[in-house]
């Protein structure tokens, strides 16, 4: 089983910045790969990115490449995803899910509860 706790979120002004901690607790000693999602009301949840501890390969939405990060710290329990260049748009609850590698790519079985990040211009 694997629990996923976020932080972070808050209210920022378009250009600012703003980092989103998830934490990571699990019994297994299974590689896994870890996401961001966001969702706004009547969307569907979009990825926005994903780490895989195994390799340290990222993956990006094109909506956030350039202007996001994601990393792994704390022996791989910590995952942050680093906002800069807020813009409007990226208003949304903020989700950190996790999968086990070599797991299909649109199955993400654990998620947090999210965090709301709000981007007035």
């Known amino acids: 089983q694997v629990q996923l706790v976020e932080s972070g979120g808050g209210s920022v002004q378009t250009g600012d910045s703003l980092r989103l901690s998830c934490a990571i607790s699990?019994?297994?000693?299974?590689?896994?790969?870890v996401g961001w999602f966001r969702q706004t009301p009547g969307k569907e949840r979009e990825r926005v990115a994903s780490h895989i501890r195994s390799t340290g390969s990222t993956v990006y939405s094109d909506a956030v490449k350039g202007r996001f990060t994601i990393s792994r710290h704390n022996a791989g329990n910590t995952v942050d995803l680093q906002m800069n260049n807020r813009k409007p748009e990226d208003t949304a609850v903020y989700y950190c899910?996790?999968?086990?590698?070599?797991?299909?790519?649109?199955?993400?079985?654990?998620w947090g509860r999210g965090t709301l990040v709000t981007v007035s211009s």
């Open positions: 899910t996790a999968r086990r590698e070599f797991t299909p790519s649109d199955q993400w079985p654990y």
């Open positions: 699990k019994r297994s000693s299974s590689n896994y790969v």
